[in-house]
């Protein structure tokens, strides 16, 4: 199986794209047992659906996701500005995290989540993610 996210928000912006190769196994990880185990979420939907950044990133943590909408797509079609502020909010967020290389990206999940694993504390990120 191959699975494209495009988050560009027009034709008129390059599209960043993620290919992903394996085997569809269902919904993929169960992203809310992993925030009551204490995954920190970098990164969501609002209220309005615009993309909301979450807290600093503490030396200690070793677990993360950062979600985007499952229906991203759609938006791009209806509401280019917003898909331009969810794309400009996942390059952001995702940029700050791998600046820290112990950060990887360890798995996905079809309603949208990123799921981000560090093998143990690292020195973490100063500041606010997206600032």
Not at 10 to 15: G, I, L
Not at 91 to 106: C, F, G, I, N, P
Request: aromatic share 6%; glycine share 12%; charged share 20%.
């Amino acid at each position: 199986m191959r699975v494209c996210w495009d988050v560009a928000a027009a034709s008129t912006v390059e599209a960043e794209r993620v290919f992903l190769q394996g085997r569809a196994a269902g919904g993929g990880p169960d992203v809310g047992s992993r925030i009551r185990a204490g995954a920190v979420t970098l990164l969501s939907a609002g209220p309005a659906g615009e993309p909301v950044r979450g807290p600093r990133i503490d030396p200690v943590v070793t677990s993360a996701v950062l979600g985007i909408p499952a229906d991203i797509e759609q938006i791009r079609r209806t509401d280019p500005p917003l898909a331009l502020s969810w794309r400009c909010a996942l390059r952001t967020t995702l940029a700050l995290v791998m600046a820290d290389s112990a950060w990887k990206v360890t798995g996905f999940a079809r309603s949208g989540w990123y799921l981000l694993e560090r093998p143990s504390p690292g020195r973490g990120m100063i500041g606010r993610v997206g600032q």
